[in-house]
C-alpha cells in the first residue's frame, strides 16, 4: 500500500503537467473567432438553424461566431473540413440527420462519423410535409395509399436529391406503408416544389417551413405531417401516424459537432453556451416561427442519438437499395 501511494504521489505532478494546459485552454476559449461550418448551401434548414442560433451562442460564450457554407456530396464535403480541422474548438460544424444516414448511404466516406466527431449538442428537430398538387385525387393520408396501391409505379414524388431528407421521408412512407411510388429526384428541394405545384410529380416531403407558404397560398395541399405531433404552424394539418399510417415516424434532426479530440472542457463550454441561447426566449419563438423545435441537449445525449440512429438507417437503405449521389 505505501509503494501504491507513493507511485501516486509521484505522478501526481505529471498529470497536473498534462492536464493544467487544456484547463487553462478551456477557461482562455475562445480568444478567437469560431467557424461554424453548414455542410450546405445558404438558404436551408441547416444553414437556417445555424442563423438562428449563432449571434447568441457567440454572445454567451463572450467571442465571435461566423458561418461558413461549405456544400457538396450530400453534406460530407463540409463534415469533413470539421473532421479533419485542428481539435482546438475554433472549427465546428452543424449537420442535419444526414450525419446518422450517410455512412449507409455513400460507399466512401471521407471520415468516420462515430471517430472522427465530438458531439456538441442537439439543436433542434424538424419536421417535413406530405404535400399533393390541387389534381391528386386524395384529400387525406388513407385515401393516398389506397389510390398508389391500386397503382404501383404510376404515381411519383420529388425530391431534393437522392439520399436527401425529402427523399428518405418518403422511402420510409413507401417502406412503412407498403406501397411503390417512383422518385424523381431534383437539385434541390425548391425545383422539386415547384413541379409537384405544376403536377410534374404527384406528392412531395419538404421541409414544413418550405412548403407554408405553398400550402398557405392554396397551391399544394398538405395531407399530414411527418413528425410525432401536430405543428403549431399548420395546427388542421394531422401527423401520417393519426392520418392512416400509425408506425410513421420521421423528423429531421440538427447537430452541432467538433472535431474528435477536442478538449472535453472546451465542448462542455460550447455546450452550455448553445443550450444557454437556445433558452433564450428571442431565440426559440424564433426558431418555432420558422418550424424548428428546439431540442437543448447534453454532449453525451447527442452522441447516443446518434449511435441510435444510425442502424436504423443503415437498415432503411440497405432494405430500399438507396445510394446516394
Given at each position: 500500500?505505501?509503494?501504491?501511494?507513493?507511485?501516486?504521489?509521484?505522478?501526481?505532478?505529471?498529470?497536473?503537467?498534462?492536464?493544467?494546459?487544456?484547463?487553462?485552454h478551456a477557461q482562455a476559449f475562445p480568444e478567437r473567432p469560431i467557424k461554424l461550418i453548414v455542410p450546405y448551401a445558404p438558404g436551408g434548414s441547416a444553414d437556417i438553424a445555424?442563423?438562428?442560433?449563432?449571434?447568441?451562442?457567440?454572445?454567451?460564450?463572450?467571442?465571435?461566431?461566423?458561418?461558413?457554407?461549405?456544400?457538396?456530396?450530400?453534406?460530407?464535403?463540409?463534415?469533413?473540413?470539421?473532421?479533419?480541422?485542428?481539435?482546438?474548438?475554433?472549427?465546428?460544424?452543424?449537420?442535419?440527420?444526414?450525419?446518422?444516414?450517410?455512412?449507409?448511404?455513400?460507399a466512401r466516406m471521407p471520415f468516420d462519423t462515430r471517430k472522427d466527431l465530438a458531439p456538441?449538442?442537439?439543436?433542434?428537430?424538424?419536421?417535413?410535409?406530405?404535400?399533393?398538387?390541387?389534381?391528386?385525387?386524395?384529400?387525406?393520408?388513407?385515401?393516398?395509399?389506397?389510390?398508389?396501391?391500386?397503382?404501383?409505379?404510376?404515381?411519383?414524388?420529388?425530391?431534393?436529391?437522392?439520399?436527401?431528407?425529402?427523399?428518405?421521408?418518403?422511402?420510409?412512407?413507401?417502406?412503412?406503408?407498403?406501397?411503390?411510388?417512383?422518385?424523381?429526384?431534383?437539385?434541390?428541394?425548391?425545383?422539386?416544389?415547384?413541379?409537384?405545384?405544376?403536377?410534374?410529380?404527384?406528392?412531395?416531403?419538404?421541409?414544413?417551413?418550405?412548403?407554408?407558404?405553398?400550402?398557405?397560398?392554396?397551391?399544394?395541399?398538405?395531407?399530414?405531417?411527418?413528425?410525432?405531433?401536430?405543428?403549431?404552424?399548420?395546427?388542421?394539418?394531422?401527423?401520417?401516424?393519426?392520418?392512416?399510417?400509425?408506425?410513421?415516424?420521421?423528423?429531421?434532426?440538427?447537430?452541432?459537432?467538433?472535431?474528435?479530440?477536442?478538449?472535453?472542457?472546451?465542448?462542455?463550454?460550447?455546450?452550455?453556451?448553445?443550450?444557454?441561447?437556445?433558452?433564450?426566449?428571442?431565440?426559440?419563438?424564433?426558431?418555432?416561427?420558422?418550424?424548428?423545435?428546439?431540442?437543448?441537449?447534453?454532449?453525451?445525449?447527442?452522441?447516443?442519438?446518434?449511435?441510435?440512429?444510425?442502424?436504423?438507417?443503415?437498415?432503411?437503405?440497405?432494405?430500399?437499395?438507396?445510394?446516394?449521389?
Amino acid at each position: 500500500m505505501q509503494r501504491r501511494s507513493l507511485t501516486t504521489f509521484l505522478l501526481l505532478p505529471a498529470l497536473a503537467a498534462v492536464c493544467l494546459p487544456f484547463a487553462v485552454h478551456a477557461q482562455a476559449f475562445p480568444e478567437r473567432p469560431i467557424k461554424l461550418i453548414v455542410p450546405y448551401a445558404p438558404g436551408g434548414s441547416a444553414d437556417i438553424a445555424a442563423r438562428l442560433v449563432t449571434a447568441e451562442w457567440a454572445k454567451a460564450l463572450g467571442g465571435d461566431m461566423f458561418i461558413e457554407n461549405r456544400a457538396g456530396a450530400g453534406g460530407n464535403l463540409g463534415v469533413d473540413v470539421v473532421a479533419k480541422a485542428p481539435a482546438d474548438g475554433y472549427t465546428i460544424g452543424l449537420q442535419t440527420v444526414s450525419l446518422a444516414i450517410n455512412p449507409a448511404l455513400f460507399a466512401r466516406m471521407p471520415f468516420d462519423t462515430r471517430k472522427d466527431l465530438a458531439p456538441i449538442g442537439m439543436v433542434a428537430s424538424s419536421q417535413h410535409v406530405l404535400v399533393v398538387n390541387n389534381g391528386f385525387p386524395a384529400r387525406n393520408v388513407a385515401e393516398l395509399i389506397a389510390k398508389v396501391k391500386t397503382s404501383p409505379g404510376k404515381y411519383s414524388y420529388g425530391s431534393a436529391g437522392a439520399g436527401s431528407t425529402f427523399h428518405m421521408a418518403a422511402e420510409l412512407f413507401k417502406a412503412t406503408a407498403g406501397v411503390s411510388i417512383l422518385h424523381v429526384p431534383y437539385r434541390g428541394g425548391g425545383p422539386a416544389l415547384v413541379d409537384t405545384i405544376a403536377g410534374q410529380v404527384d406528392m412531395s416531403f419538404p421541409v414544413l417551413s418550405a412548403a407554408l407558404p405553398q400550402v398557405e397560398g392554396g397551391k399544394l395541399r398538405a395531407l399530414g405531417v411527418t413528425g410525432g405531433k401536430r405543428s403549431s404552424l399548420m395546427p388542421d394539418v394531422p401527423t401520417i401516424a393519426e392520418a392512416g399510417l400509425p408506425n410513421y415516424l420521421f423528423e429531421t434532426w440538427f447537430m452541432a459537432f467538433a472535431p474528435a479530440g477536442t478538449p472535453p472542457a472546451v465542448v462542455e463550454k460550447l455546450n452550455a453556451a448553445l443550450n444557454k441561447a437556445m433558452a433564450t426566449p428571442a431565440v426559440r419563438d424564433r426558431m418555432v416561427k420558422e418550424g424548428f423545435d428546439p431540442t437543448p441537449s447534453t454532449p453525451a445525449a447527442a452522441r447516443a442519438k446518434l449511435e441510435q440512429e444510425m442502424p436504423v438507417w443503415a437498415k432503411l437503405v440497405k432494405e430500399r437499395g438507396i445510394t446516394g449521389e
